[in-house]
């Protein structure tokens, strides 16, 4: 059944495109934040293993949250390693060495390119396309993203 909640179809399916992106940049820092915790070496491992584990939780469950909007809009999520690799803007980057501040280096930039898009949509999805809903759940969830960058940049 069709969404009828106060957007046109037009708006609806742009905001679900966009989340979309979203999403792929979610699971691929996810992925990355996975790697970070399986293959951090360094004297400083057993605390960086524990803390890159206490991230990935995090972005797991912004995962979760960003599929449900996208559902809630009327749309299907993308859920294929494929398709978020075609959505994503993050890149996925190879190393020599596997030391925790490489890790965090990398983690950090992430964020911030994540925040910057979250942060370029906010008045686009509520201005535009009308969907207030979608702008202060993205808003939420840029905030969420400074606290996890903060919180790695404190490791530098």
């Known amino acids: ?45 057993y ?27 009327g749309h299907y999520t993308p859920a294929t390693l494929q398709s978020f690799l075609e959505l994503t803007s993050l890149t996925e980057a190879s190393r020599e060495k596997n030391d925790s501040k490489g890790f965090i280096k990398e983690l950090v930039a992430d964020h911030e390119s994540i925040i910057i898009k979250l942060r370029e949509n906010i008045n686009s999805f509520a201005d535009k396309f009308q969907d207030l809903g979608t702008s202060d759940f993205i808003t939420g969830l840029m905030e969420e993203h400074e606290k996890m960058a903060w919180f790695l940049r404190s490791h530098l």
């Open 1 to 45: 059944m069709k969404a009828n909640i106060g957007i046109k179809d037009s708006n609806r399916q742009a905001v679900a495109d966009e989340l979309s992106k979203i999403l792929a940049d979610e699971y691929v820092l996810y992925t990355k934040t996975r790697n970070a915790h399986w293959n951090v070496e360094d004297i400083d491992f």
């Open 47 to 73: 605390d960086k293993h524990k803390f890159f584990e206490s991230q990935y939780e995090q972005l797991d469950e912004f995962i979760d949250q960003v599929a449900e909007r996208i559902r809630m809009l």
